[in-house]
């Protein structure tokens, strides 16, 4: 682990320059809360977070549902200082939100920055005819065609991460180790980045792990945790965001470190030669001459796109998968009986002759978004339309929501991926099973992959949903054939915690610790 370029005692000078930077924020919110539709809401219980750390923590989804139960499907939540924020349960207003509004409502200034400080402009931090510009031109990197070829790059790279483990087990001469598999995975998934969108190979699984995957390794100590709150709440305002001095103090080093990795390649002969002769990577795709609309400045920050994206978010999402499939031996075993009748898989057999493997990974990604809320900020006025007409606190039923320009809005991903309302009684349990039958009604009203907002919805949903997916699956193809998982204790350690994007932890270890045994497979 890296050393940091800081000690706790400044974590308390960070505090003292937000309260006092926290002054410029004030007036512009209230401007805005005393105009639009009056809506009800908890009331505000913390006077410094609101519950802006309430949502950052595993506690997140027992709140929203007992809002949801008292307030109804649009509730105002009070945030930093005085500020609030509306949330969204609501799957219409949610679809005018992302899907059929979206250019009205952007991400936070300070947000986007940030990611603009750490990645340069590129599809993330973008907005209008730029992002839509940035996503044409890597849509082709992620056809159909691609993503079959990336299959068998992931499958050899699972396989060597594998044999590591099987090697393992020879030299301690045991039938079953214990296995931290979030190392593993979070390597797997860097190389799988290298080879599907770089064509170079970083050989993470094997130990060379490159310096930006060990500074996003560091997001995830308890001593960032102060970071990680302020980044996500205060740094919402950009005044303050360019004042504190932890602004620079990750954000510059790791964008070094990518945009190191993303000019070597740039200008690596290979990747060059692979565009010309229209060899399939996510790289060579952006790079073709013929097709070049970005400068080099903005395919760099499209690969450090890649490299934040692609890694973290994938790897986050993995440690879920086999959370559960470990948690649940009856589905492994259905699972495993699927994937035998495959000795040497093909992309194409993943994609269409595995249907137990594609409702695991569906129900995998419906309960763990990597990414469990996101807040947007609206540009002008709005009247956002609800599925049902609301009761304000001042008693007046009312169709839609008034939302003033500036105002925030919040929609909770994996709240309305558990919704109770929208996929049934058991929505919080894990049951592939769900996804061979009929979906409730309420679920196939929501928009987005398989009616889940994980990828969200609309123009600015997840450009590489297709790559993770295809990702996820090679890799449980290739460790739960002939491999028993199972948990450490019982599981019910396993906890979320959140880094860039929430991944599966135990409590008290940094990582997901399983137990592994080779199983006898003709």
Known sequence: MLDMPWSFP??????????????????????????GTDIPGPKREDWLWGYSRVLLTAKRWDYISTWQKEYGSVLRIPTVLTGSSTMFLDVKAIHYIVSTHSDNFQRPEAGRKMLKRMLGGGILTSEGEDHKRFRRTMSPGFSAASIRYFTSLFLDIAQKAKNHWLDQMDLEGKEEVTINVEPWLSDMSFDSMGEAGFSHSFNAVDGSKPLVAQLFDSFGGARLLLFRRMLFVFLRDAAIFRWLPIAGLLTDRTREAMTEIARNVMHDEGALQDAKEGRRSLVASILKEEDRKLSESEVVAQMNTLILAAYLTTSHALTWCFHELSSHPTVQTKLRAELQRFPNPTALQIENEMPYLDVIVKECLRLHPTIPVVRRVAMADAFIP?????????????????LPAGAELTIPIEPMNRSTLIWGADAEDFRPERWLAPLPEGAQEVGGWNHTLTFLDGPRNCIGRNFAVAEIKAILVTFFRDLSIQPWKDGTDVKPELAFFVRARNEGVKGLILRVRKLDVE
């Open 386 to 402: 609800l599925s049902a007409p609301i009761l304000t606190r001042d008693g007046q039923i009312v169709p839609s929501i008034h």
């Open 10 to 35: 400044m974590y308390d000078v960070m505090v003292l320059s937000a309260l006092a930077l926290g002054a410029v924020v004030l007036y512009r919110r209230r401007s805005t809360k005393s105009r």
